[in-house]
């Protein structure tokens, strides 16, 4: 399905009159197309487009011809579930920077993980890799050793798939505590977990760096907390991992990279170093104690790393 679309969108660029958009300051318009599916059959189509000098009515026409051609025209080939459209003037633009437009379908698609059913919109993370995420969510579970008085701190936590799909689906957890800066990706979240029955939950929206400080700072201690992040390829910033370095409660720590080699790899320093004032790390520092790949990308010299670090 990803190929049939990637080839149907070819064709379409190559019948426009406008031209693609490979760098900006050269000039063309349509950019990049995402293809997302599920195992339910549902296929999410996000064409991203340069407006450049465009005016309204012209995007609408652009818009229109798009909508004709995948619902009338070749592209019915694909049996798209959604067709988003998203003027973007930069490599990556949120929802809240340029709104995803849904030119036809459904808003959303779903996906079933471990018998739990999840929303999905257009800019919200969920692995790509389902039965790959089926086997890492479990291994979380068990390596978070999270008890009936242990709280679940799961940061950027996407659509919530992370902890909801664990065996228990969070039912012995005391709480489920939810940071995702993703608007769309929380009200999924929140969707998802009260369609799967779980009530435990909270979800906060927000830069993590902003949340989690706040957050921790009245924490009481001996609340047993673990904490597992799962951030983006640049690492977690600063602040967060100065705020779990600095909670006593935080005694188990679970990331899960999917380049640890990279940005990454400062985090582990910052986790682990001795304590530095300079720095404001005051708490205990994390050792290293286990380091699980996961083949979530097949074909690929990639891998999804998951690490503990304890303390």
């Known amino acids: 399905r990803h190929?049939?679309?990637a080839q149907c969108y070819e064709e379409f660029i190559r019948h426009s009159p406008l031209d693609s958009c490979l760098l900006f300051h050269e000039g063309g318009h349509w950019r990049e197309l995402v293809v997302r599916t599920t195992s339910r059959g549902h296929t999410m189509a996000i064409v991203t487009f340069h407006p450049q000098e465009l005016g309204q009515k012209e995007l609408a026409t652009q818009k229109a011809l798009l909508k004709e051609f995948f619902t009338c025209g070749p592209g019915t080939v694909c049996d798209l579930t959604s067709l988003y459209f998203q003027e973007s003037t930069m490599t990556r633009c949120s929802?809240?920077?340029?709104?995803?437009?849904?030119l036809c379908?459904?808003?959303?698609?779903?996906?079933?993980?471990?018998?739990?059913k999840f929303r999905?919109?257009?800019?919200?993370?969920?692995?790509?890799?389902?039965?790959?995420?089926?086997?890492?969510?479990?291994?979380?579970?068990?390596?978070?050793?999270?008890?009936?008085?242990?709280?679940?701190l799961d940061i950027c936590?996407?659509?919530?798939?992370?902890?909801?799909?664990?065996?228990?689906?969070?039912?012995?957890?005391?709480?489920?505590?939810?940071?995702?800066?993703?608007?769309?990706?929380?009200?999924?979240?929140r969707w998802n977990a009260a369609f799967n029955g779980i009530s435990n939950c909270e979800f906060h929206s927000g830069k993590a760096e902003a949340v989690l400080p706040q957050l921790l700072s009245s924490w009481e201690d001996g609340q047993p907390l673990v904490a597992v992040v799962?951030?983006?390829r640049a690492g977690l910033h600063y602040r967060v991992v100065r705020a779990i370095r600095n909670c006593t409660s935080i005694r188990r720590l679970l990331y899960i990279s999917c380049?640890?080699?990279?940005?990454?790899?400062?985090?582990?320093?910052?986790?682990?170093?001795?304590?530095?004032?300079?720095?404001?790390?005051?708490?205990?520092p994390f050792a290293p104690?286990?380091?699980?790949?996961?083949?979530?990308?097949?074909?690929?010299?990639?891998?999804?790393?998951?690490?503990?670090f304890t303390r």
């Not at 257009?122 to 390596?143: C, H, K, M, S, W």
């Not at 104690?289 to 503990?308: I, N, Q």
Request: negative net charge; charged residues 20%; aromatic residues 8%.
């Open 289 to 308: 104690k286990l380091a699980l790949p996961f083949d979530m990308f097949p074909h690929t010299v990639h891998c999804e790393m998951v690490l503990l």
């Open 95 to 102: 929802h809240e920077q340029s709104p995803f437009q849904l």
């Open 230 to 232: 799962n951030p983006s």
């Open 259 to 284: 380049k640890p080699e990279g940005e990454a790899m400062r985090n582990f320093v910052e986790l682990c170093c001795p304590p530095d004032p300079g720095k404001k790390l005051s708490g205990e």
């Open 3 to 5: 190929f049939l679309s």
């Open 105 to 116: 379908g459904e808003p959303h698609i779903f996906e079933e993980v471990l018998g739990l």
């Open 120 to 152: 999905i919109s257009p800019d919200a993370f969920f692995q790509i890799n389902t039965g790959g995420a089926e086997v890492l969510y479990q291994a979380v579970r068990e390596l978070s050793q999270a008890g009936g008085d242990t709280t679940f």
């Open 157 to 189: 936590c996407g659509t919530g798939e992370q902890w909801l799909c664990e065996p228990v689906s969070g039912a012995l957890l005391s709480k489920v505590i939810g940071i995702e800066v993703t608007e769309k990706a929380v009200e999924d979240a």
